[in-house]
């Protein structure tokens, strides 16, 4: 199995939120996406299955090392070999990899957040560095991209933070800030449970309308001259506001059960996407 083929199996499996936003994304950008999703996926995963804290701390020590391995071109793991011509290719910087590996050690030093000021510290660590990459990939000019990314960060964490928010607190994990668990009278016990009160409903709508800022602050920080580039981000940032719309729609019962997009409206969601993106900033394509 070749890196790439690695890469692919991790993190961007048909039917994959991802496999669909970089269908239209030419091939060098594309394995490099899913190179960096694959990175993610390898962290988040360091923490789960009940490895222990000390475990899990020598495992994202040595993704520390295998980053200055991969910086001075001797990587071993399959992901960081994938990564290994596109850093330079695109000028990945060695700092945001170094800010992923500090986000996923959070998860070990932190297991809720008081208020959405150190959540949003969260957030840009395990979201917001992985979109400043992405659009590195992508290619942008105005350096107000960085903000559009940034914020894409957000949201897409605040979009993951809603919709496994059961099984988050199953693990121990409350991603929900206290002080606004307290406002809307919930315990963090009470998100362990399958059934959706009133309360409850009136959070997620809560926590969707930020995120759902988020998308929209997002979106009017891409300066115009960068939008055609950015079109696979702004394929995943369609697909996680329509996800938005679905846990809406269906009165916010994620406590329930899995809100999902099917596989066909994925499909119908990133053609238009795209679609509308060429017709808008035909000059843009690379």
């Known amino acids: 199995m070749t890196p790439e083929e690695y890469c692919r199996q991790k993190s961007a499996y048909t039917g994959s939120n991802l496999y669909y936003s970089t269908l239209f994304t030419h091939n060098?950008?594309?394995q490099a996406l899913i190179a960096l999703h694959a990175l993610k996926c390898e962290l988040n995963e360091i923490n789960k299955n009940g490895t222990s804290v000390d475990i899990a701390r020598t495992k994202l020590n040595w993704w520390r090392e295998e980053i200055e391995r991969l910086y001075n071109s001797n990587p071993t793991h399959p992901v960081s070999r994938a990564l290994s011509h596109p850093i330079h290719q695109f000028n990945l910087r060695q700092d945001h990899f170094r800010e992923m590996i500090a986000g996923a050690e959070m998860n070990l030093n932190y297991d809720s957040y008081p208020s959405f000021t150190e959540l949003s510290f969260y957030c840009y660590?395990?979201?917001?560095?992985?979109?400043l990459l992405i659009a590195g990939v992508l290619g942008y000019k105005n350096p107000k991209t960085e903000k559009y990314a940034s914020?894409?960060?957000h949201a897409?964490?605040?979009t993951s933070i809603v919709r496994n928010v059961r099984k988050h607190a199953i693990r121990g994990y409350i991603y929900i800030p206290l002080d606004e668990l307290e406002e809307f009278n919930v315990s963090p016990e009470e998100l362990q449970n399958g059934h959706t009160e009133k309360k409850m409903r009136n959070l997620f709508?809560?926590?969707i309308n930020r995120a759902q800022e988020y998308y929209q602050q997002a979106l009017a920080s891409l300066p115009e001259e960068d939008r055609g580039n950015q079109q696979s981000s702004l394929i995943r940032a369609a697909l996680y506001q329509k996800l938005l719309d679905e846990i809406e729609r269906d009165s916010y019962r994620v406590l329930e059960h899995r809100i999902f997009l099917t596989p066909i409206r994925k499909l119908w969601?990133?053609?238009k996407t795209s679609r509308n993106e060429q017709r808008r900033?035909?000059?843009q394509r690379d």
């Open 205 to 207: 709508a809560f926590q």
């Open 281 to 283: 900033y035909p000059q």
């Open 125 to 131: 660590r395990t979201a917001g560095v992985v979109e």
């Open 151 to 153: 914020d894409l960060g």
């Open 28 to 30: 060098e950008a594309k």
């Open 269 to 271: 969601i990133a053609w």
């Open 156 to 158: 897409l964490a605040l």
